[in-house]
């Protein structure tokens, strides 16, 4: 009895453990990672995309936001309302359908989940295009955004087409 006790004590640390380790949380993929945030911040964290959008990390009353800043707006895509319990922003651009113009893609946490957003700038407009909720892999290719979650391969994948996303549903016949 004492060595089940002593087996779901143990298997309960290390879960605890890595549930708090944002090491677990990544993007995979050609996608180019412009900036991000983890940990304190004092200042500003300022970076740029290809789209010449600037983007900015900044600490205000709400806690972390990460704005864009394009033709003379401001923009908030993202807020972490309590950093300190392990949070973090992460961005990154990738061209999913070939166009020659890049999304942008935020994957962010705070202390209670994951986001994945991806925006869509066009003409000085900035428009959210995908809103997801990542166990804690994100991995993009050609079209499409895969979200794997559980330990039996499993995984939400959406197509992306049009400037939309479709969730891919397999059947098995």
Known sequence: MKKIQLTFVLLFVITSFYSQNNDLYELTGPAKMLGSWEGEIKNAITFNSSSQANFKIVRG????????????????????????????????????????????IVFSRDYTQAYCRVFKISNGLVEMIGDFSPQFQVMVSKNLINFPYGGQGLSNEYYFRNDSFFELVYHNP
């Open 61 to 104: 009353q709400q806690g972390m936001m990460l704005t864009l800043e394009h033709k003379s707006k401001s923009i908030i895509l993202d807020q972490i309302e309590k950093p300190e319990q392990e949070g973090f922003i992460k961005v990154y651009e990738f061209d999913f359908d070939d166009d020659n113009d890049s999304e942008i």
